[in-house]
Nanobody
Framework: QVQLVESGGGSVQAGGSLRLSCAVS????????MGWFRQAPGKEREGVAA???????SYADSAKGRFTISQDNAKNTLYLQMNSLKPEDTAMYYC?????????????????????????WGQGTQVTVSS
């Protein structure tokens, strides 16, 4: 089992920055990839960024150039540095992790930005950006 605990959310004005953290415990050695997702009220959960065990990163178009995902393996912590925040970034942010190189469903392979790609989820941390 893997446990994920997010922190670092808060309220910030547009243009500001926040750094989210995700503390990972349990069978940390088993993790292949990790990601950050967000969910705004009334909207579906969407992938923001992901990183795999080789350090390869992926970003949603909305995050490119503003957000950076990174991990500190010594501290078992995943980060999301968010700069130039916009009101539309307001959402609950979730950390996710999966031990599998690939995960399949419905006859196809899930992509990094899809919710079913990940087995483990944190409880979320709220980010609110005011204009």
């Amino acid at each position: 089992q893997v446990q994920l605990v997010e922190s670092g959310g808060g309220s910030v004005q547009a243009g500001g920055s926040l750094r989210l953290s995700c503390a990972v415990s349990g069978f940390t050695y088993s993790i292949y990839c990790m990601g950050w997702f967000r969910q705004a009220p009334g909207k579906e959960r969407e992938g923001v960024a992901a990183i795999d065990s080789s350090g390869t990163t992926s970003y949603a178009d909305s995050a490119k150039g503003r957000f950076t995902i990174s991990q500190d393996n010594a501290k078992n912590t995943l980060y999301l540095q968010m700069n130039s925040l916009k009101p539309e970034d307001t959402a609950m942010y979730y950390c996710a992790a999966d031990p599998s190189t690939y995960r399949y469903g419905g006859g196809r392979r899930y992509s990094w930005y899809e919710v079913p790609r990940y087995k483990y989820w944190g409880q979320g941390t709220q980010v609110t950006v005011s204009s």
